[in-house]
């Protein structure tokens, strides 16, 4: 009697395991028209808010022009805080220039999508929240990691500006990337989040039943 129940109870905790993977699967958010939109020192009045695309670099291989993309989801209402992990996903189409850096800044005042440009830019973080090395091939999503800043938006530790993105070398370098306008659905900007796998909690089940069998050998 004693190993057939333990048999079943192992079943179940089997089978609740399984379950708990199912929940880590991620959470992909992918709205149409977000705020974004890119700025150009080159062109410091010119707003690009309504364009099927952002672009990110230097354009003209020279330090004195940078072009910024600005990305915004302005509803996190019905995404999950205190997440594993989310990463901004741009996907890149176009553009010229060898491997180089792409970085997410934190941008941290305010800013209109269909007014914003170089001269009224909003503010940023100084430092880099991620800073990842990406290839030269066109077709690929750059996914950029930004799950501290994302979970202190959605605990109201900061205020969701959005992230500002540029990159970090200078070899004249365009990286273009489909914008929320896109009519290419599926290659949006998108944000993929992952729950915390509650592995904490299949421990303690694990536990539970090593004491439970123990406790049976003894009587
Ligand atoms: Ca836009």
Redesign the pocket.
């Known amino acids: 009697m004693v190993r057939i129940s333990t048999v079943a109870v192992a079943a179940c905790l089997i089978l609740s395991l399984g379950a708990t993977v199912a929940l880590a699967d991620p959470i992909v958010y992918q709205p149409y ?5 890119y700025i150009d020192s080159s062109n410091p009045d010119d707003n ?4 099927a695309w ?1 672009n990110a670099g230097h354009g003209d291989g020279s330090n004195n022009r940078h072009i910024w993309a600005l990305i915004q989801f302005e509803d996190l209402s019905s995404l999950p805080g205190n997440v594993q992990s989310a990463k901004l996903e741009l996907y890149r189409y176009t553009g010229s220039g060898t491997g180089t850096t792409v970085s997410a800044y934190q941008i941290t005042s305010d800013w209109v ?2 007014s914003v440009t170089w001269n009224t830019k909003p503010t940023t973080g100084s430092t880099a929240v991620d800073t990842i090395t990406v290839p030269s091939d066109l077709n690929v999503w750059h996914s950029l990691d930004i799950t501290s800043l994302y979970n202190a938006w959605k605990a109201g530790t900061a205020t969701n500006y959005g992230v500002q993105i540029r990159t970090g070398t200078n070899n004249g370098e365009t990286f273009g990337y489909y ?3 896109s009519g290419y659905t599926d290659l949006r900007p998108r944000l993929v989040i992952v729950v915390p796998e509650p592995a904490s909690m299949s421990l303690v089940a694990l536990a539970s039943l090593a004491m439970w069998i123990r406790r049976r050998r003894q009587r």
């Not at 690009?48 to 364009?51: N, P």
């Open positions: 028209n977000i705020k974004d939109n690009q808010g309504v364009r952002v999508e269909n914008s929320s306008e």
